[in-house]
């Protein structure tokens, strides 16, 4: 008997990869339930990574005193005058600390859910390079333990949740024990927040909803520094993590999130599937009433199963 060849080895196997790549590549309809459980396993994720890399504490303040001498070598020494200056004014700073504490995780959700209704075509890729931001952060966070200028000693910075005992805040009081404090570089929070004001930027409609998409990187950067929760250059890292997420977005798929059309263009979301749709038919639907209709014409002892096909076909 002649060995029956493995449909493994066929053309057919040749094929599959690469076409389940381009499915892959090809943004799709986002389904809520598994983006709820990626996001969430996703931060889990990485605040186990972020807090379970060793805090190197003597490398840390070291790399800190390093990063400030070299500020002042560069004239852009400013983050103690500006954390002096605004820990003077009682409700600016308090606002700031709940600012650094809460927006961070609040604005970024909100861009997400937006992306998600509204651009659908869009999500799937700037998520990506929001995910790929972070996942760099990461590497950062190992190779270069850095202090952050509160923790400083004799850095005469002001640690301003601590002094004004504000609430939510994982960088002082009894929280501190639950994150790594010496993670600063690069700052996820300039990561983020440039995400958010990068994608409300490129795709809002509304002015001022722009306008509110440009300022906010720049209200998180006076936040992070007057709260002395990092440096400037900090920020200067953050950029370069959103950079390379955007890197991979486009490499993925083959253009910046923006770019890419606001509904997808897969299966769900093709020109033709719509105009069936407008119709009142789908390919599933057509597909139930051939078969129907085959068997009714078989049932009635008729030989016309190809016409019948035919005639119901689209």
């Given amino acids: 008997m002649a060995p029956v060849a493995d449909e493994a080895d066929g053309p057919g196997a040749g094929r599959a990869?690469?076409?389940?790549?381009?499915?892959?590549?090809?943004?799709?309809?986002?389904?809520?339930?598994?983006e709820i459980l990626l996001i969430a396993?996703?931060?889990?994720?990485y605040s186990l990574i972020r807090n379970a890399v060793p805090e190197q504490k003597a490398q840390a303040l070291?790399?800190?005193?390093?990063?400030?001498?070299?500020?002042?070598?560069?004239?852009?020494?400013?983050?103690?005058?500006?954390?002096?200056?605004?820990?003077?004014?009682?409700?600016?700073?308090?606002?700031?600390?709940?600012?650094?504490?809460?927006?961070?995780?609040?604005?970024?959700?909100?861009?997400l859910v937006w992306l998600y209704r509204r651009h659908p075509?869009?999500?799937a890729a700037a998520r990506l390079a929001l995910f790929a931001t972070t996942a760099v952060a990461l590497v950062g966070y190992y190779l270069y333990p850095l202090a952050p200028p509160r923790l400083v000693p004799g850095g005469g910075f002001v640690d301003t949740v601590l002094?004004?005992?504000?609430?939510?805040?994982?960088?002082?009081?009894?929280?501190?024990?639950?994150?790594?404090?010496?993670a600063a570089m690069p700052s996820m929070?300039?990561?983020w927040s440039l995400w958010c004001g990068l994608?409300?930027?490129?795709?809002?409609?509304?002015?001022?909803?722009?306008?509110?998409?440009?300022?906010?990187?720049?209200?998180?950067?006076?936040?992070?520094?007057?709260t002395a929760n990092h440096f400037w250059l900090d920020a200067v890292g953050g950029l370069?993590?959103?950079?390379?997420?955007?890197?991979?977005?486009?490499?993925?798929?083959g253009a910046l999130p923006h770019a890419l059309p606001r509904l997808p263009q897969g299966r769900e979301g093709s020109p033709e599937r719509a105009a069936g749709k407008a119709a009142g038919r789908t390919p599933g639907r057509d597909r139930v009433r051939i078969r129907v209709a085959v068997r009714r014409r078989a049932a009635a002892g008729g030989d016309g199963a190809e016409a019948a096909q035919r005639s119901v076909a689209p």
Wanted: positive net charge; proline residues 4%; hydrophobic residues 50%.
């Fill in 17 to 34: 990869a690469p076409a389940l790549l381009r499915r892959l590549r090809t943004p799709s309809r986002p389904r809520l339930w598994f």
């Fill in 41 to 45: 396993v996703s931060y889990w994720t």
């Fill in 62 to 111: 070291r790399n800190a005193d390093w990063i400030w001498s070299a500020e002042q070598r560069l004239g852009i020494a400013v983050e103690q005058t500006v954390n002096h200056a605004v820990n003077g004014v009682t409700w600016l700073v308090v606002g700031m600390n709940y600012y650094y504490a809460t927006l961070h995780f609040v604005v970024t959700l909100a861009v």
């Fill in 121 to 123: 075509g869009r999500y």
């Fill in 163 to 182: 002094v004004h005992d504000t609430w939510g805040s994982m960088a002082s009081g009894d929280l501190k024990h639950m994150s790594n404090q010496y």
């Fill in 189 to 191: 929070h300039i990561g």
């Fill in 199 to 226: 994608t409300v930027l490129a795709l809002a409609r509304v002015p001022w909803l722009r306008v509110l998409g440009a300022l906010y990187p720049v209200a998180t950067l006076v936040v992070i520094v007057a």
């Fill in 240 to 253: 370069l993590c959103v950079a390379f997420g955007y890197l991979v977005a486009s490499l993925w798929y």
